[in-house]
């Protein structure tokens, strides 16, 4: 792409970041990957264009310009969608975008763009945005090599007697083995474990998980995150108050 040449693209906002006193640093997720973009600060008022592009997880229709040093500069945009009306999806949203952020540098963005996407979409038509989270953080944590072991115990390989979860050794673990006090327990919160780390979230169509278990992983899922990629995910309080209402 020469300088000075235009191209239309797409993608979700994962952060912004304020450059000097009047730019931002835009980074989007699209089919080509990462798009790092600069731009100028968003008016604010009568005329100011469409705000929700600069919202985190908002997908957009970008034109960019070739800048300086191979660069890409924001000509216009616009939103592609509205943004769900609840508190829930919203920091949902905010979430995924902050976490997919963070693991992309161990991750290929060409392969999350599409599931990105896809549970992006269904929160917005009214898919469990809890369920949505877990799906998204399991294959986070899949694709940069630090999945959950849930075909049987992590330790002896048993697929039978399967009774708990070690989030901090990161699999399940059988009776015969000793099960530390951390441990999360429950039939039902072990077959949502499994269901994320061996199901495909481009395959989800709106199923709705526990509460109450979903919450366990999702603390569980996000302190494994933290200790694989070595960052902490913003927004986890925020959506944990949405989740309990």
Known sequence: MARGAERKSRGILL???????????????????????????PRMGKGAGDALLYEEGQESALLLREGRAGGLRLVEGS???????????????SFMARASWLALPAIEG????????????????????????LLLLAFLLKEGGCGWMVDGCLRCGQASGIIALSPEEGGFLCGKEETPGDAL????LLRLAR????????????????PEDGRRLLLALEGH??????????????FMSAIDG
């Open 195 to 210: 269901t994320l780390f061996k199901g495909d979230p481009l395959r989800y169509e709106g199923d709705s998980a526990s």
């Open 15 to 41: 952060r912004k970041t304020l450059y000097k006193e009047s730019s931002l640093v835009l980074d989007f997720l699209g089919e080509e990957g990462l798009l790092v973009v600069s731009s100028r600060l």
């Open 110 to 133: 060409k392969r999350l763009y599409p599931v990105l996407a896809h549970l992006r979409k269904k929160i917005l038509e009214g898919g469990d945005a809890l369920m949505c989270a």
């Open 79 to 93: 939103s592609l969608d509205s943004p769900p009306r609840d508190f829930k999806g919203l920091s949902a949203l």
């Open 185 to 188: 327990r429950g039939v039902p």
């Open 225 to 238: 995150f933290e200790r694989s990629f070595g960052k902490k995910i913003p927004g986890l309080k925020m």
